[in-house]
């Protein structure tokens, strides 16, 4: 791979060990994939934040990283806690310091400690074309596919071994031969909620498992419904990348050749459900929405469907969101809403990295596919599955 004289220099270690050893990752990664050369970045989003899953070693990895700072706006994917209220969600104060040390060695970085899937959301929206460098599965979905931008699906290293050198290796999704689509969907599906675009996605990342599928008969008019339907895609394949005919922004120029055809109905989507999810009933004791993190919409939609019910003693629920989002949500009077019925609006973390069985959590119902999948793989609870109305009914009387 061809580097400038700079790039020679910063991995030699003349700018010091730091990004001596970033460059290494950015170049050996470059190498892997056969890329020609280092392209600029704008942005990268991080992720690898969570002390369940980085531990004292990844603490110790981040805080000897000290000597240098990150050359774009970076942001990071979810901890494990609310980094304001992690008392109230029962986090001890052991717990509650190994995460903030975390943040703190970000920080120290120059990292924006926004923690939350959907930087998007919150004023960090890389324009069409955009080299960018992030890693939640779901927000890479949506920011090469809603928004035009081209990341890979990155890793949380290379993701902050790019962000310290602010390249990347010019390979994958940043590329226009490989944004092409390699196969055709037929959408038959009646599609009413938020939970039905995740499955939609699920069951389509798990029937082709990579590659860039074309939806055709998809007519979302929502942002949500094209997040939570890139959240079930990244989950049980390797896509990074869709598009939606009169939809998305590169649908016009995708489809060129023949590609395989693929037609999903409404069967298949009750299969999937039957298949891998549990239907929500009267046992949940937590329901936690927000994955990805809810926008200002769906924190409205939520407080709707709460009006006149009260959670029941016995009940938790959880909505997950950002720290910018639960500002406005409460400028709004959403929170308060939210609140009166029982409910609490949690930042910076989410239901699948949260340490929920030291927690006491036995059981949880969610209302996205990706969050039933990664609830159950990371805490091992038992999980259960909804839309946002059933979830909420489970746990609330009049
Ligand atoms: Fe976000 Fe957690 Fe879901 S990081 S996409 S809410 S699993």
């Given at each position: 791979m061809y580097l400038t004289n700079e790039e020679e220099r910063i991995l030699k270690g003349e700018e010091g060990y730091a990004k001596q050893k970033a460059m290494e990752i950015v170049t050996a990664l470059g190498d892997i994939y056969g890329a020609d050369r280092l392209i600029p970045i704008s942005s990268a989003q991080i992720a690898g934040v969570s002390y369940t899953s980085l531990g004292d070693e990844g603490i110790e990895w981040l805080e000897s990283l000290r000597d240098c700072h990150v050359a774009v706006p970076a942001t990071l994917n979810p901890a494990s806690?609310?980094?304001?209220n992690w008392r109230d969600m029962g986090v001890s104060s052991e717990y509650a310091c190994k995460q903030l040390r975390i943040i703190n060695a970000y920080r120290q970085l120059g990292?924006?400690?926004?923690?939350?899937?959907?930087?998007y959301l919150v004023g960090v929206i890389p324009r069409f074309g955009e080299h960018i460098v992030w890693s939640e599965s779901s927000a890479v979905c949506y920011a090469n596919s809603v928004l035009g931008a081209r990341t890979n699906r990155e890793g949380g290293p290379s993701a902050l071994a790019s962000a310290i050198v602010g390249k990347t290796p010019n390979y994958g999704y940043h590329l226009?031969?490989?944004?092409?689509?390699t196969v055709l969907i037929n959408v038959n599906v009646k599609l009413e909620t938020l939970s039905d675009y995740s499955t939609l996605g699920y069951l389509v990342g798990e029937t082709i498992g990579s590659g860039v599928p074309y939806f055709r008969g998809l007519k979302p008019l929502r942002s949500e419904e094209l997040k939570a339907l890139g959240a079930g895609l990244g989950t049980t394949g390797s896509i990074a990348l869709y598009h939606a005919e009169?939809?998305?922004?590169?649908?016009?120029?995708?489809?060129?050749?023949q590609v395989e055809r693929l037609n999903f109905t409404d069967r298949d989507l009750r299969e999937v459900c039957d298949e891998h999810f549990k239907p929500v009933n009267g046992s949940v004791e937590l329901v936690a929405i927000g994955c990805p993190h809810m926008s200002l919409v769906e924190l409205e939609e939520a407080a709707k469907v709460l009006k006149n019910r009260r959670v029941r003693k016995d009940r938790k629920l959880w909505l997950f969101t950002s720290i910018a989002v639960k500002r406005l949500a409460e400028r709004c009077n959403l929170l308060d809403i939210i609140r009166r019925a029982g409910g609490e609006v949690y930042t910076d973390c989410c239901m699948a990295l949260a340490p929920l069985k030291s927690l006491g959590v036995k059981n949880i119902a969610v209302d996205s596919a990706k969050a039933a999948f990664y609830t159950r793989l990371l805490t091992r609870v038992d999980v259960f599955f909804g839309n946002l109305k059933n979830c909420i009914d489970s746990i609330t009387e009049v």
């Amino acid at each position: 791979m061809y580097l400038t004289n700079e790039e020679e220099r910063i991995l030699k270690g003349e700018e010091g060990y730091a990004k001596q050893k970033a460059m290494e990752i950015v170049t050996a990664l470059g190498d892997i994939y056969g890329a020609d050369r280092l392209i600029p970045i704008s942005s990268a989003q991080i992720a690898g934040v969570s002390y369940t899953s980085l531990g004292d070693e990844g603490i110790e990895w981040l805080e000897s990283l000290r000597d240098c700072h990150v050359a774009v706006p970076a942001t990071l994917n979810p901890a494990s806690i609310d980094l304001e209220n992690w008392r109230d969600m029962g986090v001890s104060s052991e717990y509650a310091c190994k995460q903030l040390r975390i943040i703190n060695a970000y920080r120290q970085l120059g990292v924006k400690p926004i923690c939350s899937c959907t930087p998007y959301l919150v004023g960090v929206i890389p324009r069409f074309g955009e080299h960018i460098v992030w890693s939640e599965s779901s927000a890479v979905c949506y920011a090469n596919s809603v928004l035009g931008a081209r990341t890979n699906r990155e890793g949380g290293p290379s993701a902050l071994a790019s962000a310290i050198v602010g390249k990347t290796p010019n390979y994958g999704y940043h590329l226009d031969e490989n944004r092409k689509a390699t196969v055709l969907i037929n959408v038959n599906v009646k599609l009413e909620t938020l939970s039905d675009y995740s499955t939609l996605g699920y069951l389509v990342g798990e029937t082709i498992g990579s590659g860039v599928p074309y939806f055709r008969g998809l007519k979302p008019l929502r942002s949500e419904e094209l997040k939570a339907l890139g959240a079930g895609l990244g989950t049980t394949g390797s896509i990074a990348l869709y598009h939606a005919e009169e939809v998305t922004p590169e649908y016009a120029k995708v489809l060129t050749g023949q590609v395989e055809r693929l037609n999903f109905t409404d069967r298949d989507l009750r299969e999937v459900c039957d298949e891998h999810f549990k239907p929500v009933n009267g046992s949940v004791e937590l329901v936690a929405i927000g994955c990805p993190h809810m926008s200002l919409v769906e924190l409205e939609e939520a407080a709707k469907v709460l009006k006149n019910r009260r959670v029941r003693k016995d009940r938790k629920l959880w909505l997950f969101t950002s720290i910018a989002v639960k500002r406005l949500a409460e400028r709004c009077n959403l929170l308060d809403i939210i609140r009166r019925a029982g409910g609490e609006v949690y930042t910076d973390c989410c239901m699948a990295l949260a340490p929920l069985k030291s927690l006491g959590v036995k059981n949880i119902a969610v209302d996205s596919a990706k969050a039933a999948f990664y609830t159950r793989l990371l805490t091992r609870v038992d999980v259960f599955f909804g839309n946002l109305k059933n979830c909420i009914d489970s746990i609330t009387e009049v």
